[in-house]
């Protein structure tokens, strides 16, 4: 199994970014996916996740008016539309796939993580 994130970067605060995922060596239309950052000198918290189909998305509140989180089966990615930054969007951000079709369950896999810093 290997998940590999990218889209990170500097990016001002208001604007617009993607972050993807590619996932590798598993059936990925069977499993939900997730992402989760650590902000500086905080631990790994949930953002947002989705399930195996993508008819079931679910948000942090924090986050919940401002990211989606769309997959694409047939490409084997899922992505982090991330509207709006805010300076504490500012995390190392993880993508990661769940045992099961549910992202209240726990992940098996984790990727090596992008970094978001939002600052103008």
């Known amino acids: 199994v290997q998940l590999v994130e990218s889209g990170g970067g500097l990016a001002q605060p208001g604007r617009f970014l993607t972050l993807s995922c590619v996932a590798f060596?598993?059936?990925?239309?069977?499993?939900?996916m997730s992402w989760a950052c650590q902000a500086p000198g905080k631990g790994l918290e949930w953002v947002s996740g989705i399930k195996s189909g993508g008819s079931a998305t679910y948000h942090l509140d924090f986050v919940k008016d401002r990211f989606t989180i769309p997959r694409n089966n047939a490409k084997n990615t899922v992505h982090l539309h991330m509207n709006n930054l805010k300076p504490e969007d500012t995390a190392l951000y993880y993508c990661?796939?769940?045992?099961?079709?549910?992202?209240?369950?726990?992940?098996?896999?984790w990727g090596q993580g992008t970094l978001l810093t939002v600052s103008s």
């Open positions: 990661g796939s769940h045992n099961y079709d549910t992202v209240y369950g726990p992940v098996d896999a």
């Open positions: 060596g598993f059936t990925f239309s069977d499993k939900a």
